[in-house]
């Protein structure tokens, strides 16, 4: 990687990382809530419902938010006390109802079982430190265990798994305007560029990945997010995923022009 490139993306880093950053992003949510066991379980909830077109699934996420709160007063006593079973439900009764996209009300009240289930032991960061200190497992791998049977968490052994690496990410970053570093057991060095189109398409736009013989996008897998990973840590070795906000900010304002 040339020089000129990397400074081009330290710029771009510096341009996108900030405050604002947020406004028309699921990291919004990542303030909703002052403490810490509220903010895990808002920030994973956000980011699961976290793809496709943002002014459809932010929505879906301030509804859920907006219900625990005026149901329970905040999301973890919501799910806790199962309050869900009553509030959360399809306008139609029906629980095979879609609730975003191809996700149903079903899919959605097996994901809060399943947070319930947790949070009666622990926080959800605490579970999650828990079963890496036993197995040593990337957190990643260790919540698609957790939430096995939830067909709204990623679980593919090939798949970029986006969302649990953007999850990831806000959790582990430190000194980030965007980003909480709660979990600060886990080392930033360690996370995975969270990989969706348009940072595949800056980073084979910037060189820092090839396109191959056929000029094609690369794979969305995680083999391409590891890549784009490694190539991101020539310029920040032990944060390699500071280069996610050049990726997508780039890649977001190139899309609105």
Wanted: charged share 25%; net charge neutral.
């Amino acid at each position: 990687m040339t020089e000129e490139l990397k400074q081009k993306l330290r710029v771009l880093a510096q341009k996108y990382e900030v405050a604002s950053f947020t406004e028309k992003d699921p990291s919004q949510f990542l303030s909703h809530y002052s403490d810490t066991k509220n903010t895990e379980v808002a920030a994973f909830i956000a980011s699961l419902l976290a793809f496709g077109n943002r002014k459809q699934f932010i929505p879906k996420i301030s509804y859920i938010l907006a219900l625990a709160d005026e149901a329970s007063g905040d999301i973890s006593s919501w799910l806790k006390t199962r309050a869900f079973r009553k509030t959360f439900i399809s306008p139609n009764g029906d629980n095979s109802d879609k609730f975003y996209r191809f996700y149903s009300y079903k899919d959605m009240t097996d994901l809060f079982e399943s947070l319930c289930d947790v949070l009666e032991e622990s926080t959800l960061g605490e579970k999650v430190h828990s079963e890496w200190q036993k197995a040593g497992d990337h957190p990643v791998q260790i919540l698609g265990s957790l939430f096995k049977n939830c067909a709204i968490v990623p679980k593919g052994k090939s798949s970029a798994n986006k969302r649990l690496h953007m999850f990831l990410r806000w959790m582990v970053r430190t000194d980030s305007p965007v980003d909480l570093g709660l979990w600060t057991w886990f080392d930033q060095k360690d996370l995975i560029i969270p990989l969706d189109t348009h940072v595949l398409q800056q980073s084979v736009e910037l060189g820092l990945i090839s396109s191959g013989k056929t000029g094609r996008l690369p794979p969305a897998n995680i083999k391409t997010a590891l890549k784009i990973t490694e190539a991101l840590k020539q310029v920040w070795p032990y944060d390699p995923c500071k280069g996610d906000f050049a990726l997508f900010g780039l890649g977001v304002d190139v899309e609105a022009h």
